[in-house]
């Protein structure tokens, strides 16, 4: 069990591996980049928010990070729904699930660059 929590620890803490890992894999098994992308950057995300959240609360020291993630995928799929309530008359939620997840991974993916620096500016400066 310690070897699969240390695993999971290492690929939140650098999220890029799992894509890499997913992307070279899928590409190997299906040869097609699109959809070796696509499932590469959907696993991603997951690591990405942990990774995130986490930085977010080293740099800002509370444990809000995970919390705010979750209310503004929240804020944005409800955004998107009504969008597109408003323009086709009804929902599509896996289209929905589909763009929040996305965004969520561009979103986080900033996220984790900027508090990364952040963090290690900080570091660097105090020692």
């Known amino acids: 069990m310690s070897l699969l929590s240390d695993t999971l620890t290492v690929l939140a803490i650098v999220p890029i591996i799992p894509f890499f ?8 098994l299906k040869r097609d980049k699109k959809a070796a ?18 930085l977010f609360n080293i740099v800002f020291k509370s444990g809000f990070g995970l919390y705010l993630i979750v209310l503004i995928l929240l804020i944005a799929g409800g955004l998107i729904g009504g969008a597109q309530n408003r323009l086709k008359g009804k929902v599509d939620v896996r289209r929905l699930l589909r763009a929040v997840w996305r965004l969520a991974f561009a979103g986080t993916g900033v996220a984790y660059i900027l508090l990364f620096l952040i963090s290690f500016i900080t570091y660097i400066s105090a020692a």
Request: proline letters at 0%; aromatic letters at 16%; zero cysteines.
């Open 21 to 28: 890992l997913v992307y070279i894999i899928h590409y190997y």
């Open 37 to 54: 992308l696509l499932l590469a950057m959907d696993v991603t995300t997951l690591f990405l928010i942990l990774a995130a959240a986490a």
